[in-house]
Structure formats: structure tokens, C-alpha cells
């Protein structure tokens, strides 16, 4: 059975810094492309950022130059470190793993950015 349990998420302060971590269980997810979609309140879940199983990475516009994902496969982990943070960032963020048709998603772990 497919699992990916995201953690690090929480409350942080404009202009902070917060690391979101994802493990992957029931899948070979070096096979896997993976990646992080957000879902601010009354608006459609949004690409943020993926890295492919042979390591190459894209992001959403709105965040280049700010966040960053990176995975570690011999743990079944991917990581999406976010800084300079700013309100427009909160959001549910929901990590995925893809390998052609099939996809999997995490529960979602709330990032609200607020003084």
C-alpha cells in the first residue's frame, strides 16, 4: 500500500524559513518522480515545485529563488526547503509521487504565514 506522510509544516513568521519533509512507503521511489503542490484557501491546488527520478528539478514561478526540493531515494524522502516566506505562501502543501499513470498523494500539512 502506497503512503507518503508529509511533516514539518506549522505557523511561521513572514520572511522565515520552514523545511517540509515527505516519506515515501509501499513504492521503489527511486522509480518515482515526486514533487509538492499547495493549496491556498478558495483557490485550486497549484504546481509548486517536482524532481524527477534522475534528479532534475522544476518550480513554480512564484517561488524560484526561494524554495527548494531535493530528495534523498535510499531513504524514500523528498524535502521541500522553503525561505523568504511571505503570506501569499500559506497554504495546505501536499507532496506526490508519480511513476506514469499512477499517482499518489500525501494528507496535506498546513503552512499558515503570519505575523
Known amino acids: 500500500q502506497v503512503q507518503l506522510v508529509e511533516s514539518g509544516g506549522g505557523l511561521v513568521r513572514p520572511g522565515g524559513s520552514l523545511r517540509l519533509s515527505c516519506a515515501a512507503s509501499?513504492?521503489?521511489?527511486?522509480?518515482?518522480?515526486a514533487g509538492w503542490y499547495r493549496q491556498a484557501p478558495g483557490k485550486p491546488r497549484e504546481f509548486v515545485a517536482n524532481?524527477?527520478?534522475?534528479?532534475?528539478?522544476n518550480s513554480a514561478d512564484s517561488v524560484k529563488g526561494r524554495f527548494t526540493i531535493s530528495r534523498d531515494s535510499g531513504k524514500k524522502m523528498q524535502y521541500l526547503q522553503m525561505n523568504n516566506l511571505n503570506t501569499k505562501d500559506t497554504a495546505v502543501y501536499y507532496c506526490?509521487?508519480?511513476?506514469?499513470?499512477?499517482?499518489?498523494w500525501g494528507r496535506g500539512n498546513q503552512v499558515p504565514v503570519s505575523s
Open positions: 506526490h509521487a508519480r511513476l506514469g499513470g499512477s499517482v499518489s
Open positions: 509501499g513504492i521503489s521511489f527511486s522509480f518515482y518522480d
Open positions: 524532481i524527477l527520478s534522475g534528479g532534475s528539478t
